[in-house]
């Protein structure tokens, strides 16, 4: 039976979970619209609605939700505004978002209060972030879970969520890594202008609750990644509250050693990241896409705590320079042993496989805690 599945994105980062289940049901005859708003929309972070705009079969419906530097609790507001109108008028079998971002927040909101029902996508996750508390909100508010570990599940369990509303279908974001790319590491030099033969990738997103240090933590790890005289590809940071101080410290970087690009496409990412030598930063992709990939990765901070215990993957401040240098000298361009523990890129797969039951339909919109 056709289902129509109404998919909130907000970020670049939350697309390149949803799309992979979004084409996949898509595939399977589902009908998908996809709710667009937050960074995609603005032009500092690379536009990145561009990519939901070329993903063929879906409709997207794109609704502006901030100006640079507005607090959470109004972008809260917005987006909780422009969702219900348009999720009440659209009337979709099935609401999905994802994590912890305050417009997934809005989305489970306003499918609760809607009588929706919403799918959370990687809900039990722990991290070093307040954004935790957003997430676990979501579970609640969520009527389905599909997580990507069984740890994530027992997290979800404990929250009081019913066991048949809970589904590891692993990462999502794997799935890109576990097929080719579609582009060579050639192509992906062309089109971004990367001149390295060899080079890092470098990542570093604010932290809400550390806005009054997270400048000199910018400053310490970029510091220490110019004085490594490495090369590095670095992606911009996400808009969260204390993104001016990265962008100020990055954009102070020696250009012959540093391609500073806003976003990339999903493929041509997955290929640089196949080819790069390390990853640094306190991105996801570091404790996730890269130890499944083999590639040796540097978590900085305390965005990622707790998220992974790949053997790949080294943890310090931002402040630890000697740190920082040693794992350059020692880990650049070794291939680690690949790490499976959020999935082997089978997600979608599980997605679909969950949608196709009855009983995932049948189950009652009214929530109770279950002990």
């Known amino acids: 039976m056709t289902r129509h599945l109404l998919v909130l994105t907000g970020t670049r980062a939350d697309f390149g979970k949803l799309q992979p289940l979004a084409a996949a049901a898509r595939d399977a005859g589902h009908r998908v619209t996809f709710f667009v708003t937050g960074m995609h929309l603005m032009d500092r972070y690379g536009l990145t609605v561009n990519e939901v705009r070329r993903m063929p079969g879906v409709t997207v419906h794109e609704v502006p939700n901030q100006s640079e ?22 009337r979709p079998d099935l609401v999905i978002l994802h994590g912890d971002r305050i417009e997934a927040l809005a989305g489970a909101l306003v499918a609760a209060t809607n009588y929706i029902r919403s799918a959370h996508v990687e809900g039990g996750e722990v991290s070093g972030t307040i954004d935790e508390v957003f997430r676990h909100c979501n579970t609640k508010l969520c009527t389905h879970h599909f997580v ?48 390295f033969p060899s080079y890092g990738i470098a990542t570093f997103h604010p932290v809400t609750s550390e806005q009054d240090t997270i400048a000199r933590q910018a400053a310490d790890l970029f510091g220490a990644l110019a004085e490594s005289r490495r090369p590095f590809v670095v992606i911009a940071p996400n808009n969260d509250p204390g993104s001016a101080a990265i962008f100020e410290a990055i954009e102070t970087l020696p250009k012959d050693r540093f391609r500073i690009l806003p976003s990339m496409r999903f493929a041509h990412f997955s ?52 740190t920082i240098l040693a794992f350059l000298r020692d880990h650049w361009g070794r291939q680690a042993v690949p790490h499976e523990g959020f999935g082997q890129g089978t997600a979608a797969h599980r997605f679909v496989e969950t949608l196709a039951r009855p009983s995932f339909w049948s189950l009652s919109l009214q929530k109770a805690f279950r002990d």
């Open 69 to 90: 530097g507005d607090p959470q609790d109004l972008i809260l507001a917005r987006t909780v505004t422009g969702f219900s109108a348009f999720a009440r008028a659209a």
């Open 148 to 195: 990507s570990s069984e740890a994530a599940a027992a997290r979800v369990r404990s929250l009081g969520e019913p066991l048949e509303t809970i589904h590891v279908i692993g990462s999502p974001e794997l799935d890109f890594h576990a097929r080719p790319s579609g582009v060579t590491i050639d192509e992906v030099r062309d089109r971004y202008a990367i001149p």
């Open 271 to 322: 290929e640089l990241m196949k080819n790069a030598a390390c990853m640094v930063g306190n991105s996801s992709a570091g404790v996730r896409e890269a130890p499944f990939l083999g590639l040796p990765s540097l978590d900085i901070g305390t965005r990622q705590s707790n998220r992974s215990d790949a053997p790949s993957v080294t943890a310090c401040e931002a402040s630890d320079r000697a």
